[in-house]
Each structure stands twice: as C-alpha cells, then as structure tokens.
C-alpha cells in the first residue's frame, strides 16, 4: 500500500534528518487520516485509488502556489514547493508520456466507437478507468476533444 511506503520513508526520513521530508511527509500523513475521517462518515474506506487522487491533488496545489511566489518574486518559497512536489511525487505511479496518452486515447475512441463530441465522455470514462494516477487528464481531455472534432 502506498500508505505504508510513505510511513516507512518518514521514519528514513527522520534517522536521515532530512527535515524537507520529514516535514511534507507529515504534511501527506495529516491530509490522509483527514480524508480518513471524512470518508467514515461515509461509510467508505480510504483505497488506493483515493490516496493517488489526494496526491495528485496536493501536488496540483503546490504546483499553483509555485506560479505565484514566481510571480512575487518569492525564489525562497518557490524552492520549498517545488522540494515538496518532488518528494509527493515519488509515490506517484509513472506518468505516461504524450505519445502513449495519444496511443491510449486512439485505444479508447476505437473501444468505444467514439464518432463526434457527444461520445467524449465514454472516452474520459474509459481513460480514467484503465489510467488513473497515470496521465494528466485535463491534457488528455483537450487531446480526445481535438481528435473527436
């Protein structure tokens, strides 16, 4: 589970001193158990497809405060953001590069028999299904909207 390799390298993180990690890795525990929480409520448990949601999430967001401390003129809190996307990204699967996005969206059009705009939602739904975690799906929507028109 990725739960416990983000555990495990806290605890390397902390005989290593490494306080950046050590730091965001708490951060990631935090926002964890939260959503923990949230979802009893719910009646669900966490799985790992949540937990590589919440992930991209937080990196999405440390992704626009980079955009702007840049624009402040904040070279210091730039730098700290971008040690914290990295090490979240770790327990990212790898992303797939554009050429296999655009293999995987003609793979779906083709399952799909997607012909027009209407169908481009079956073509999402088919992408996020096998893909999750894997590629960026606001890219991939302008891709397969660019292909479908």
């Known amino acids: 589970m990725i739960r416990d390799d983000i555990n495990k390298a806290l605890t390397e993180a902390m005989k290593a001193k490494n306080e950046r990690a050590v730091s965001t890795l708490r951060m990631v525990n935090s926002t964890l158990k939260n959503a923990d929480i949230e979802a009893r ?3 669900k448990a966490l799985d790992d497809a949540a937990v590589l949601s919440i992930l991209q999430k937080m ?8 955009e702007m401390y840049k624009k402040g003129n904040r070279a210091d809190l730039v730098k700290q953001e971008e040690e914290e996307i990295a090490v979240i990204s770790a327990y990212l699967p790898k992303q797939m590069s554009d050429a296999e996005v655009a293999a995987a969206i003609d793979a779906a059009i083709a399952e799909t028999g997607a012909a027009g705009m209407k169908d481009m939602g079956k073509v999402i739904g088919i992408l996020r299904g096998k893909y999750a975690g894997q590629m960026d799906f606001g890219k991939a929507s302008g891709m397969v909207k660019a292909k479908l028109s």
Request: glycine fraction near 10%.
């Open 41 to 43: 409520t719910t009646g």
């Open 59 to 66: 990196i999405k967001q440390r992704q626009e405060s980079v």
